[in-house]
C-alpha cells in the first residue's frame, strides 16, 4: 500500500527566504506526483505535475523534483512571501495491489512566512 | 466563470439523513473526483470517474453513492447519515487520468455537518 509522508508537517520562515518542502513515497511505481497548495477555509490549488518520466516542473519561484527510485520529491519556494503561506501537499498517481488506480495524498506541510 | 462549483456550501443534517452534494465543471475535462477531509485535514480521496466511467472507488461505506450523469457532472449521494461523516468534501477535475494533462482543478468544498 501506498504511503506518502511529508516532512516537516510545519514550517515556519523569514520573508524572502528560499525553502523546501520534502515528499516521500514508499512504492516507487508511480504514474505521476502533484503538488497543491491548501489555502485556509478554501479547496486545493494545483501547483506543479510531474509525471514519472519527468525529473522536474517549475512554474515562477516554485520548481518541484522528483527521483522515483529513492521515492522523494521536493518544492523548492524562491524568495518566500507571506502570500505564500498555506499548508502545501503532494500526491502521487499509482495502481493499488489490486489493479485499480490509486491517488494517495501526503498530510501536508503547514507553511508560515512570517513578514 | 466558476471552473468547479459544489452546491451547497454549507450542509448541516441530522443523522439518519439521506442528502446530496451537487458538483459541476465548465472545463470540458473528461475526469472527476471526489474527496473528503477530516477534521485533522487528511485529504483522501473516495472516488473518481473517467468518461463517465467509475476508475477509483476507494473503501468507503457505501452509504455514499457517486452519481454521474454526464461528463461534467459527478454528484455524490449519501444515505443514512453518521456523525463520523461530518467533513469538508471537495469535488475536482482533470483534462485526462495518468496523463499529462491530469492536473486537478478543486471546487470550494462542502461543509457537511451531521448533528
Known amino acids: 500500500k501506498q504511503e506518502v509522508t511529508q516532512i516537516p508537517a510545519a514550517l515556519s520562515v523569514p520573508e524572502g527566504e528560499n525553502l523546501v518542502l520534502n515528499c516521500s513515497f514508499t512504492?516507487?511505481?508511480?504514474?505521476?506526483l502533484q503538488w497543491f497548495r491548501q489555502d485556509p477555509g478554501k479547496g486545493l490549488t494545483s501547483l506543479l505535475l510531474?509525471?514519472?518520466?519527468?525529473r522536474e516542473q517549475t512554474s515562477g519561484r516554485l520548481n518541484a523534483s522528483l527521483d522515483k527510485s529513492s521515492g522523494r520529491s521536493t518544492l523548492y519556494i524562491a524568495a518566500s512571501q507571506p502570500g505564500d503561506s498555506a499548508t502545501y501537499l503532494c500526491a502521487v498517481l499509482g495502481l493499488s495491489g489490486a489493479g485499480s488506480y490509486q491517488l494517495t495524498f501526503g498530510k501536508g506541510t503547514k507553511l508560515s512566512v512570517i513578514p | 466563470d466558476t471552473a468547479v462549483s459544489q452546491t451547497p456550501k454549507y450542509l448541516v443534517t441530522q443523522m439518519g439523513n439521506d442528502k446530496s452534494i451537487k458538483c459541476e465543471q465548465n472545463l470540458g475535462h473528461d475526469t472527476m473526483y471526489w474527496y473528503k477531509q477530516d477534521s485533522k485535514k487528511f485529504l483522501k480521496i473516495m472516488f473518481s470517474y473517467n468518461n463517465k466511467e467509475l476508475i477509483i472507488n476507494e473503501t468507503v461505506p457505501n452509504r455514499f453513492s457517486p452519481k454521474s450523469p454526464d461528463k461534467a457532472h459527478l454528484n455524490l449521494h449519501i444515505n443514512s447519515l453518521e456523525l463520523g461523516d461530518s467533513a469538508v468534501y471537495f469535488c475536482?477535475?482533470?483534462?485526462?487520468?495518468?496523463?499529462?494533462?491530469?492536473?486537478?482543478?478543486f471546487g470550494p468544498g462542502t461543509r457537511l455537518t451531521v448533528l
Open positions: 512504492d516507487s511505481a508511480i504514474y505521476n
Open positions: 475536482a477535475s482533470s483534462q485526462d487520468f495518468g496523463g499529462a494533462t491530469d492536473t486537478q482543478y
Open positions: 510531474i509525471q514519472s518520466s519527468q
